[in-house]
């Protein structure tokens, strides 16, 4: 393993926490972000109307393309800890131009994920608040609902990194395992877990399921932001590698489980899963214990709220390390003196996520539509940083006289794979207004290569690590 790669030049990042966070801390951060106890009730359905009872192989699927993914992160995050994530990683791969690129990308996905998850978090209090007899349904109280989310994540993400995970990885164990006990009370009522029917693939064809694909990598993105805390965890060489991918195979195999048992819960059921706007309160019903139903909704609660933490928390540190190489206002560089956290990136990733879902609010669009819109436009972020870091690894590689045939073999493959969601995103046409978000990121893209390349001091004439 070679010697770490600083993460910048000019002023120290040690600023931030030392060695604070351990390996299931870091684990958290990752997990959080992928916001596993939104699939099962809020993605699963969609990847179901194109992939039918294949379903569980798209996800299958995903996990693959994702484990290819994951090894050219983990070049640069073996050898590199910094706040940075896949930005550092980028730069050092191919220069500053497509590390500022990546970044910015990243920028964007972590800030809608944020976005999409004050929605869902929004929705599912709405949900819950339904169950008392209460309504908070009206425009007003939906953004204030938002707000006090994005003011209670922001909270934390300032006061401590430490309590921030370890919030995290409370509220993700809860809402995962309270999803797993209702699976397994399903099976043990229902029975048998054998399903000829998925198992054939019966009316699965190609097409769909290529588009299953696309909608189920939806689940994953975020799976890489344990990268993000390079300067706070513990041995990070080995923790981030690690976490990186144990979140891939942990909610790979917990969204494979809940797809099969999802679809087996709906044979014979009067909806179908895809038209079903509360698949968990029909495993529910199914399973016998229809009053589970609302503590699942407190579960998910939990769980959007984990998602815009750990987005948040990503986001900031991502800023945080641009900041310092000079791409953005100086303050957005600087630590807490008591706390150790970047707290003024942590206010500006806040209000930056705020904004585009309260100004839709306002609009009186749904909120589940308003998660579906930002959740695309974050998506487009990360298959971007994703690609992008695959092609800076081997280059980086070469350069340390560490490339070998399998990492050119691997970044083919991880390549290859990556098109699936990108062209499936793109062709067949998706209908209105989803058509045109591939325009609106390009579009952001475009902004921020001429805000970056404009900067008043010439930031890519400054050495930022210059290649």
Not at 92 to 108: E, F, I, Q, T
Request: proline fraction near 4%.
């Amino acid at each position: 393993m070679g010697s770490p790669i600083p993460s910048s030049t000019g002023a120290s990042a040690g600023s931030l926490n030392r060695d604070a966070l351990s390996f299931l801390e870091v684990v958290a951060q990752s997990v959080a972000n992928i916001a596993p106890s939104a699939t099962p009730a809020l993605i699963i359905p969609l990847v179901f109307a194109s992939a039918g009872n294949g379903t569980w192989l798209a996800y299958a699927l995903a996990t693959i393309a994702l484990l290819f993914v994951t090894p050219q992160i983990n070049v640069f995050a073996a050898r590199s800890a910094s706040p940075g994530a896949l930005y550092t990683f980028t730069r050092d791969g191919m220069g500053n131009r497509a590390g500022a690129l990546c970044g910015w990308s990243l920028l964007l996905a972590y800030i809608f994920t944020a976005s999409a998850t004050l929605a869902g978090f929004t929705n599912y209090f709405v949900v819950l608040m339904e169950y008392f007899g209460i309504s908070v349904s009206a425009r007003m109280a939906v953004i204030a609902v938002m707000s006090v989310d994005a003011l209670l994540c922001a909270a934390i993400a300032w006061k401590d990194v430490k309590l921030s995970t370890r919030f995290m990885l409370a509220m993700e164990m809860a809402s995962v395992g309270l999803i797993t006990v209702l699976a397994l009370v399903f099976y043990a009522r229902r029975g048998p877990l054998a399903d000829p029917i998925q198992v054939h693939l019966a009316g699965v064809d190609a097409a769909g399921l290529r588009q299953g694909v696309v909608l189920a990598f939806f689940s994953f993105v975020g799976f890489e932001s344990a990268t993000a805390l390079g300067h706070e965890a513990k041995n990070p060489l080995v923790a981030i590698p690690r976490s990186v991918f144990a979140s891939v195979v942990i909610t790979g195999g917990f969204f494979v489980a809940m797809a099969y048992t999802l679809v087996q819960a709906f044979h014979g059921s009067t909806i179908a899963l895809d038209k079903s706007n509360a698949p968990l309160a029909t495993l529910a019903e199914a399973a016998k214990v229809p009053w589970f139903a609302m503590i699942l909704t407190v579960g998910i609660l939990l769980g959007q709220f984990a998602c815009t933490l750990a987005s948040i928390n990503a986001a900031a540190r991502v800023l945080y390390s641009m900041a310092r190489d000079g791409y953005f206002h100086a303050a957005a560089g600087n630590a807490h003196a008591v706390h150790a956290t970047p707290h003024v990136a942590v206010v500006a990733s806040t209000l930056f996520a705020l904004a585009p879902a309260a100004v839709l609010a306002a609009m009186r669009v749904a909120v589940m539509d308003i998660f579906g819109y930002a959740g695309t436009l974050a998506t487009f972020g990360f298959l971007f940083s994703y690609a992008i870091v695959c092609i800076a690894a081997p280059l980086f590689l070469r350069r340390q006289h560490a490339l070998r045939a399998k990492n050119i073999a691997v970044t083919v493959a991880a390549l290859v794979l990556l098109t699936i969601p990108m062209v499936g995103s793109v062709y067949p046409v998706p209908d209105a207004p989803y058509k045109y978000f591939p325009y609106v990121y390009v579009g952001l893209m475009v902004i921020g290569a001429g805000v970056l390349e404009s900067g008043s001091e010439g930031i890519f004439s400054r050495r930022v690590g210059n290649r």
